[in-house]
């Protein structure tokens, strides 16, 4: 081991302790991986509160894009929280908030006039977008995708189909959403498979549900993942979103991205639609955007965003410390060049787990883009049926052995470093993983 260092069994007797403290102190609905107590975290590495160091996988959860406490980020947000901490931009103005809005109009598909609405957090981008697809359309309906995440708002939980524990007795939710599959090949809900199917998927929504029980004209948007995160990073098919653009433009229909945990260079390129080569109408972004302050945005043309003066904003949003945050994170990840690196990472650990998926009977799919990989755990190859005990075994151990990784979806451990990991630190990493697989691989 060159980078993890576990020196007491975690969790230690500190973290056991602050664990015990949180558990009487803050609201039971938090669900945790693991008992992960950090003390400090510098780049790639997290330190505990009893010492031990990990490999960060998942990048605390999606939002430390350019590692942690970044020397660039860090003088930024200081050299900014000295200047002024906050001034609501709501009501009044400064400067750096329009830098960042003419720098996602830069990075963002599309060469067209673009506005920017910034929020704190993905589930207010979602909100934010909820709003304004009804406002600019002036239709009532929105449709999203089984297997959703977008948020736990009452607006981002409604269109949310991830879990039901997510929504269980919040009900009634925002009426008029119709969830409808999403194309997750791996276990297609149609019981198809590709490209055999002819994207049946598309023709299920085209002539089943916007024919007979949901009146296209009705319908603002359709909020969708490019890649689905919490759902089990399921990546949809080549040509899947030229298609359902092809719908949404027939019928006057918004197509709304949420590049939330997808976005902001995590997939080899700035948003993780450009691998499918469509312009969506609008872009939600948050998470990785301002390595861990909070800020979210959502960006779209001049022409939809039409809503009057009042009719939406946020205190906190674009907190001029999290725009700092958020420029010195952008010109990071250009100048260190990591759009390219999370390209080349990630196809050296794609190679890595589809030798793995060979070499074990436990691991039934592995797919993602650049730095968003999930492989799917099973009992076996042919029976696909969830691991769900086998890849919550495989998340302790690595945890315990140094390496920081997830669950997502029923049984899918999803990894996705720091877009600024060398491919050593992922490759221990990787070992890390692939030594909990062999532990827990049947055959
Ligand atoms: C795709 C997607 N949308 C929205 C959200 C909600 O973001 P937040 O937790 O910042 O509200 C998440 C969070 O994981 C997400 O993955």
Redesign the pocket.
């Known amino acids: 081991m060159k980078y993890a260092e576990i020196r007491v069994e975690p969790p230690g007797p500190k973290a056991k302790k602050i664990v015990e403290d949180t558990m009487n102190t803050l609201s039971p609905s938090i669900d945790r991986f693991y008992p992960l107590v950090v003390d400090s975290a510098h780049g790639c590495l997290v330190k505990d509160v009893d010492g031990n160091t990990y490999i960060d996988m998942n990048s605390g959860?999606?939002v430390l894009s350019v590692g942690s406490t970044p020397r660039e980020v860090v003088d930024a947000v200081t050299s900014q929280a000295k200047k002024f901490i906050h001034y609501s931009y709501t009501d009044f103005y400064y400067q750096n908030v329009t830098s960042l809005a003419k720098k996602l109009f830069e990075i963002t598909p599309g060469t067209f006039e673009k506005r920017a609405y910034f929020g704190?957090?993905?589930?207010?981008?979602?909100e934010a977008a909820i709003k304004l697809a009804r406002y600019h359309t002036k239709r009532p309906r929105i449709m999203a995708f089984t297997g959703?995440?977008?948020?736990?708002?009452m607006g981002?939980v409604s269109l949310t189909a991830s879990k039901t524990k997510q929504m269980r007795g919040f009900s009634p939710l925002l009426p008029g959403v119709t969830h409808v599959p999403y194309p997750y090949c791996y276990r297609c809900p149609f019981g198809k498979s590709y490209p055999d199917c002819g994207y049946f998927c598309i023709d299920y929504i085209k002539d089943q549900v916007l024919d007979k029980y949901v009146p296209a004209d009705e319908v603002s948007s359709i909020f969708f993942?490019p890649i689905?995160?919490?759902g089990g990073y399921v990546v949809p098919p080549d040509d899947y979103f030229k298609r359902l653009q092809k719908i949404a433009k027939d019928n006057g229909i918004l197509l709304v991205d949420?590049?939330?945990?997808?976005g902001m260079g995590r997939t080899g390129r700035w948003f993780a639609i450009e691998h499918f080569d469509i312009v969506p109408d609008m872009i939600?972004i948050?998470?990785g955007i301002a390595a861990g302050m909070?800020l979210?945005a959502l960006v779209t043309g001049k022409d939809t965003m039409d809503w009057q003066p009042g009719a939406h904003a946020s205190t906190f949003g674009a907190n001029p410390v999290a725009v700092e945050s958020a420029l010195a994170t952008i010109s990071m990840i250009e100048k260190k060049k990591l759009l390219q690196n999370a390209e080349k990472l990630g196809r050296h650990m794609m190679k890595r787990l589809e030798e793995m998926k060979e070499k074990y009977e436990i691991i039934g799919d592995v797919r993602g883009k650049g730095l968003m990989v999930g492989v799917e755990i099973v009992k076996d190859k042919k029976s696909k049926e969830y691991g769900v005990k086998e890849m919550q075994s495989i998340i302790d151990y690595s945890w315990k052995h140094g390496a920081l990784l997830i669950s997502c979806g029923k049984s899918t451990v999803r990894i996705f470093p720091p877009l600024i990991m060398e491919q050593d630190m992922l490759d221990e990493g990787l070992d890390i993983f692939e030594s909990a697989v062999k532990l827990n691989n049947k055959s």
């Open positions: 959860l999606g704190n957090s993905g589930a207010e981008a979602v959703a995440f977008h948020g736990r708002t981002a993942e689905q995160g919490e949420d590049e939330v945990q997808s939600l948050a998470k909070p979210s």
